[in-house]
Each structure stands twice: as C-alpha cells, then as structure tokens.
C-alpha cells in the first residue's frame, strides 16, 4: 500500500511559478513510475507528466510541455512538479498517482496507476 500527499498549490497569478510536491509513503518508491495529473472543473482528469522509477525517462503532454517540469528524489520518497508561466486554463486539481512498473517505464495513463493523491488546488488569476 503508497499512500500519497500532494502540497504547494495556491491561489497564484498568471506567469507565476509553483512547485508542487508528493511525498509517498513505503520502502520501495523506486519500484513506482509516478504521475502528475490534472482535474478543471466540469472537465475529465488528464494526464500532464510521468517519470519512470529511476528518474531517467520523464514524459509530458503536449499542453504543458516546456512549461512544466516533473522530477523526483527518490532518497526523499518525493516527486515534484515544477511550473512555471501559469496561464488562467492551468486551474485545476492536481493529483499524483504512483503506479508499479518497470524501473525504466513510464505511464501516461490513468488506468495504469495504482495509487492517487487526494489533489491540491492550483487557481490562476488573470
């Protein structure tokens, strides 16, 4: 069982930065590829990053790619999502899902992972 909890959302303006953090539970967090995903309102969850259990193989959607940056320490049992130049339509809940897999695997769908994050709130102003 991985339990996940996500933080570092908040009420920011466009062009901000955040870095949201999920910090998992257990002894083997490098077996897990982890994922970033996102929920707006009346809309359905997507995915936005992954990275693989080692860190080396990381994969964005293309509404975030180059803006947002997914990283993990594995040492900490922690990933992160750095994101940077927030536009008004980044609004939404975001989740951390942790899934088993290969070490060098990444996932990019929902039904792949195992285990989620309860989300934090990201609202961006204009």
């Known amino acids: 069982q991985v339990q996940l909890v996500e933080s570092g959302g908040g009420l920011v303006q466009a062009g901000d930065s955040l870095r949201l953090s999920c910090a998992a539970s257990?002894?083997?967090?490098?077996?897990?590829?982890m994922g970033w995903f996102r929920q707006a309102p009346g809309k359905e969850r997507e995915f936005i990053a992954g990275?693989?259990?080692?860190?080396?193989?990381?994969y964005y959607a293309d509404s975030v790619n180059g803006r947002f940056t997914i990283s993990r320490d594995n040492a900490k049992n922690t990933v992160y999502l750095q994101v940077n130049s927030l536009k008004p339509e980044d609004t939404a809940v975001y989740f951390c899902a942790a899934g088993l897999t290969h070490i060098r695997r990444v996932l990019t769908t929902s039904q792949s992972y195992d285990y989620w994050g309860q989300g934090t709130q990201v609202t961006v102003s204009s």
């Open positions: 257990g002894r083997t967090f490098s077996s897990y590829a």
């Open positions: 990275i693989s259990g080692s860190g080396g193989s990381t």
